[in-house]
């Protein structure tokens, strides 16, 4: 395997499989089973999953309510989908442990570098929930921040569409792909690939990100392997 230890990305939405709302079961099983093939290859893994499923602070304060209150529903919501991801892992056969940046102490561990990493060491997937635990942050801020702490090698985020186009690929049939990209190029170009607080984190801490399609099937382990399908943003 190409990479020893990564960090997936997964956003809410991405947990929806069809539905307009909240938790598709298969879809979380399909997702079990693609991790469980990188785990038998020997891969430790850590996971940060989104909540926009459920609930964002941004659209709870365009509605009029008060934006850290908002955050601090999408931040809970991250931890109810660490919870669906740690029980469909568990099912599949995978030790897991789900660590909080917010403390809710009956349901998650707390968020301990040192501890993570030790469940990674012996074979455990952490799943990191509650975004970094501040509003005004998004997890994909969490997701970086995460994966540079544990030292993962590469931040993987898996996405609906198979990598990194110059224009929207959903809305533009002569959108092109790029194969590779510096972290320059994506912000000369304007291109959408994470949030600016999460891009330059990753960007500063030469932290590579691979955006790929995560509902394809074996995707993952290919990704992982070092085969050369999505985008990858390196320096
Ligand atoms: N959030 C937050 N701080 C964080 C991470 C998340 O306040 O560090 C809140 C924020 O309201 C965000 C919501 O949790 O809208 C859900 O996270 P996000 O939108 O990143 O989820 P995704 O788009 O990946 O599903």
Redesign the pocket.
């Known amino acids: 395997m190409k990479y020893k230890r990564i960090l997936l990305k997964l956003?809410?939405?991405a947990l929806m499989g069809n539905r307009q709302y909240g938790i598709d079961p298969k879809r979380l099983a399909e997702y079990a089973e693609d991790i469980k093939d990188i785990t038998n290859q020997g891969v430790e893994v850590a996971i940060v999953i989104?909540?926009?499923?459920i609930?964002?602070?941004?659209a709870g304060a365009s509605h009029g309510m008060d934006r850290v209150q908002?955050?601090?529903?999408?931040?809970l919501?991250?931890v109810i989908n660490g919870l669906a991801l740690q029980s469909a892992l568990e099912d599949a056969g995978i030790p897991t442990r789900l660590q909080s940046?917010v403390h809710i102490d009956q349901v998650a561990e707390p968020f301990i570098r040192r501890k993570a990493m030790r469940h990674l060491e012996k074979g455990r997937v952490v799943i990191f929930g509650g975004?970094?635990?501040?509003?005004?942050?998004?997890?994909?801020?969490?997701a970086v921040l995460r994966a540079i702490e544990i030292e993962a090698d590469v931040i993987l985020k898996g996405t609906r569409v198979d990598g990194i186009y110059n224009t929207d690929p959903e809305k533009d049939r002569s959108a092109t792909k790029f194969d590779h990209i510096t972290f320059e190029d994506v912000l000369r170009k304007g291109l959408k690939v994470m949030d600016t607080t999460a891009f330059t984190l990753s960007q500063e801490n030469e932290l590579p990100i691979i955006v790929f399609d995560m509902n394809k099937k074996g995707n993952l382990l290919k990704v992982v392997s070092g085969e050369k399908i999505g985008t990858k943003v390196n320096l």
Do not use: I, K, L
């Not at 989104?50 to 499923?53: L, V």
């Not at 609930?55 to 941004?58: P, Y």
């Not at 908002?70 to 931040?75: E, Q, T």
């Not at 975004?131 to 969490?142: E, I, R, W």
């Open positions: 956003s809410g939405e989104g909540g926009g499923n609930f964002r602070g941004v908002g955050d601090h529903m999408g931040m919501a991250t940046a975004g970094t635990g501040n509003p005004y942050f998004t997890t994909d801020s969490a």
